[in-house]
């Protein structure tokens, strides 16, 4: 442990937290970043293209910073969900491809799209058609569309039987340029590997149906992080990669073939420390109650910042490189530790609630457990009231966003 003096020079020289200023905050290592993009890039035939996803902004690592990194580390395209979020990487300069994932419908959304250069997702005939005569309207130039078919997930696009129908639509519309077909896989992280095999079989006849009626193919895609991670035969000429780019595996068997590092730590500050007398109730609703006299540690964080409610009494944190229990119900703003184990730990020391501590590590896989969920809406869990601090740990350079 150290002093207090020692801790303080630690804790209280870090700038790019702003000291005592920053109660709690987001740290964004970017050197994780582009080593998982190489990673995965490292498993793709030369010919296939990566697509960062980086939709709901970036998986909560803020879409900006993560799609330059990932460009620049050797992404190829960006995959959003929604056109704003496309716009904000617009006007932050980025001008690779970027793929909308989501739905969109109106001859003003269409309008956003075409004046962004955006890449709709095209997935019903109605609004292949309110597009189409959008362009002709206004523009009269022509849009680069992806047209998705559903072959089992039973979310955006005609069914599989009806893709040659859609397409031969769509390419029959002016304006719209066929850039990609594509669907989207239900059960790729699963070890049994029935569903996505018939998943891809129905791709597969969905486009060679296509080819039969002699329209040439554009790019096809149909991998996530999971289907990427399975095999090469799944990869067509892009995959789509959101969680896999972001540290973490989606599914454990799935961990051996790449070395992936967690891009994402959350941290908060120690904010009064003190002993509480045995038999004393900590928090909200006091569901927990103190059995002996012990160290009790306020941090500044809590549910409103994207700490689940749920983890309370059920969580651990890390000072120092130690696991430490959580105390009592999460508060909107801040919870409780029980601190015992390190009595001298200081205000203003650093807490780490995912993320690692020297030999430690906490990891939405294991917040994703205890609360019965996945790790993806842990990791888009997290609110904006968290400043996002870039790092890379390999430098050890910081700078806030
Ligand atoms: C979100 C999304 C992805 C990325 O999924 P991961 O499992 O996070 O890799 C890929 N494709 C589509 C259509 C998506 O919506």
């Known amino acids: 442990m150290l002093s207090q003096e020692q801790s303080e020079k630690t804790v209280f020289s ?19 970043l582009a080593h998982n993009v190489r990673q995965l890039k490292g498993l793709l035939a030369a010919k296939t293209a990566l697509m960062a996803v980086v939709k709901a902004d970036a998986y ?29 990487l617009r006007q932050a300069g980025i001008d690779a491809p ?47 569309v992806h047209v998705k078919l559903d072959t089992g997930m039973s979310r955006l696009g005609p069914l599989w039987e009806q893709a040659t129908e859609f397409v031969q639509l769509v390419h029959s519309l002016p304006h719209l340029q066929i850039a990609s077909i594509y669907s989207h896989l239900a059960t790729a992280e699963n070890p049994d590997r029935r569903i ?13 149906q296509v080819q039969a009626a002699s329209m040439s193919l554009p790019l096809l895609h149909l991998a996530n992080s999971a289907a990427t991670l399975t095999s090469p035969d799944l990869h067509y000429d892009l995959v789509r990669v959101g969680l ?25 500050r120690i904010t009064q420390v003190k002993t ?22 306020v941090v500044g964080i809590g549910y409103a910042d994207g700490v689940p409610r749920n983890l309370s009494n059920r969580m651990e944190a890390l000072i120092c490189g130690r696991r430490i229990p959580q105390i009592g119900a999460i508060t909107m703003d801040q919870l409780m530790l029980d601190v015992t184990a390190i009595p001298d730990v200081a205000v203003g020391e650093v807490v780490t609630l995912l993320g690692q501590e020297g030999k430690e590590q906490i990891t939405a ?31 050890g350079a910081g700078s806030r966003e």
């Not at 780019?245 to 891009?263: D, R, T």
């Open 14 to 32: 870090n700038d790019v937290v702003g000291g005592l200023r920053q109660r709690a905050w987001v740290e964004i290592n970017l050197g994780a």
């Open 60 to 88: 909560g690592h803020g879409a900006v910073t993560v799609a330059r990194t990932a460009l620049s580390a050797g992404a190829n395209w960006l995959g959003v969900a929604t056109i704003p979020e496309g716009i904000e």
């Open 98 to 144: 970027i793929l909308i994932l989501g739905a969109t419908h109106t001859p003003e959304q269409l309008k956003a799209i075409a004046h962004w250069q955006l890449q709709p997702t095209l997935c019903d005939p109605k609004q292949a058609l309110v597009f189409s005569e959008t362009l002709a309207a206004t523009t009269g130039g022509n849009l680069p």
């Open 196 to 208: 996505m095999q018939q998943q891809q079989q129905r791709f597969e006849t969905a486009i060679a």
């Open 244 to 268: 896999a780019m972001y540290g973490l595996y989606p599914a454990a068997h799935l961990s051996s073939s790449v070395q992936l590092k967690p891009v994402l730590q959350v941290k908060a």
């Open 276 to 297: 509480i007398p045995p038999n004393t109730g900590v928090s909200y609703g006091h569901h927990f109650v103190s059995d002996r006299e012990l160290r009790l540690a």
């Open 365 to 395: 896989d294991d917040w994703a457990a205890v609360l019965k969920t996945i790790s993806w809406e842990i990791l888009c869990g997290f609110k904006h009231r968290l400043p996002r601090v870039a790092v890379n740990r390999e430098q």
